[in-house]
């Protein structure tokens, strides 16, 4: 089977009907990572924690019933394992000497259609979600990296999370306008 | 239009709490509908400068087991235990070889020792009682 095809075959099927664990890595990998690294703020951490949630995936790929979709199961799995790092006392240690140290991430592609002016403040609205997100409770940065990093949708993120859909919609209001404070919105 | 959504309810849409009076307002109002296009704006550019992050190779090391745990654990205890055996059926035909070289050392200092005992005179007196026979005769 082609890459493309297996990929759609994953996206578009229940885990029970695919075997190719293989694929599942390839495809997922940068999402969960991208997650990671937005939630961890360290590159190094995040692709241990990446590691992680392909491991303990693997050791549950053959009893997992694809209830909810494969890149779901990924995210619940990924999602417990950044609340367990946040709560590891080394890593917060680690966190605070990096304060202020975004780790190469944030780095905004400049878009040639916007002018000068707004390329400056488009860029400065983006940095000031990155420091909002870093500030922001564990459970609203999940749900709001989940929702704008990684696009998912509000019944996705309710099964990744194990939140209810008004619950996730209550912490990403409130992630929201903690961002939207930063950016200098919030009158 | 006088007043204009707050930065609360404009929170709440995006979050997906889209009432009918904000749906309204923002089809009538380009004000607001640019600020939530803004809005969206930046979180999109924020989603693209995660994007330009580069992501490691996925690692199957820690993924893949290249072997079952149970392979390897028995691997380890059959050469545990093969070790001493090897270790004592090595030495056990050195120990064979020694004891046959000490045996023909033994035979011939004790030949030589019988062949003393069975001399009727002392080695430097045989050629004297060889010359005695001789004159005898």
Redesign the interface.
Known sequence: MEPAATATAIMGSSAAETTDF?AV??LY??RV??FA??SLRD?DAA?VLT??C??H??KAWEGFRGEASVHTWLMRIAVNLVRDASRNRRLQFWKRLRTGDSE??????R?GRLSPEAETL?RE??A???KATASLPERQKSVFLLR??D?MT?LEIAAATGLSENA???H??RA??SV?AH?G??? | MTSHLS??Q???W????RGYEEQRHLRACPECRT?VE??Q???A?????????P??A???S???QSLPRWILATAALAIMLAAPVYWNAHHQGEAKQSMTEQTETDDLLLERVNAGLSRTVPSSMEPLMQLMSKEEK
Do not use: H
């Open positions: 293989d890595v390839q990998w940068p990572f991208r690294l937005a590159r692709e590691q992680d392909f491991l995936a693997y190469g991430i944030g780095v905004y592609a878009d488009l609205q983006i000031g979600i990155w704008f990093a696009e509000l996730v919609k209550v990403l209001y929201l306008r939207r950016m919105r919030s009158e | 930065s609360d404009i929170c709440r995006l979050a997906g709490e600020d803004q809005f704006n930046a979180l550019g924020f989603r693209n400068s995660l994007e330009q992050s992501v490691p996925a690692s199957y820690r993924t893949r």
